[in-house]
């Protein structure tokens, strides 16, 4: 378990995912990092509904504060994302990004 200066705590589930995927995924020539988006619907038809996804980024001009560096891999989480996760918890659990 860690938890990022953000206050996002990340499992040691979505830890070993991550790890995994920086290590399987391409760009391993240092151009692009993990990303992990969190979005949550607070009105409409989608209302309460939440999607987390981890993907690519290009490493170009990522601002510092939102690169985190987890157990040897980059990740990076938009402001919004970081705001969306305080204080909650990230796993991977049976093949799927869990936030709690």
Same mark, same amino acid.
């Given at each position: 378990m860690?938890?990022?200066?953000?206050?996002?705590?990340l !499992?040691?589930?979505f830890?070993?995912?991550? &790890?995994e *995927?920086?290590v399987?995924r391409? $760009?391993?020539?240092g151009?692009?990092?993990?990303?992990?988006?969190?979005?949550r619907?607070?009105?409409?038809?989608q209302?309460?509904?939440?999607?987390?996804?981890l993907? !690519?980024?290009h490493?170009?001009?990522?601002s &510092?504060? *939102?690169?985190?560096?987890?157990? $040897?891999?980059?990740?990076?989480?938009?402001r919004?994302t970081?705001?969306?996760?305080?204080?909650?918890?990230?796993?991977?659990?049976?093949?799927?990004?869990?936030?709690?």
């Amino acid at each position: 378990m860690q938890r990022l200066r953000c206050g996002v705590i990340l !499992l040691d589930g979505f830890i070993d995912h991550l &790890a995994e *995927c920086a290590v399987s995924r391409p $760009g391993g020539d240092g151009t692009h990092i993990a990303s992990l988006e969190y979005v949550r619907c607070i009105e409409g038809t989608q209302a309460g509904e939440e999607w987390a996804e981890l993907g !690519l980024i290009h490493r170009g001009n990522l601002s &510092a504060e *939102c690169v985190f560096e987890v157990d $040897g891999a980059m990740l990076y989480m938009s402001r919004q994302t970081q705001k969306g996760l305080r204080d909650k918890w990230v796993d991977y659990r049976a093949e799927k990004l869990v936030v709690g």
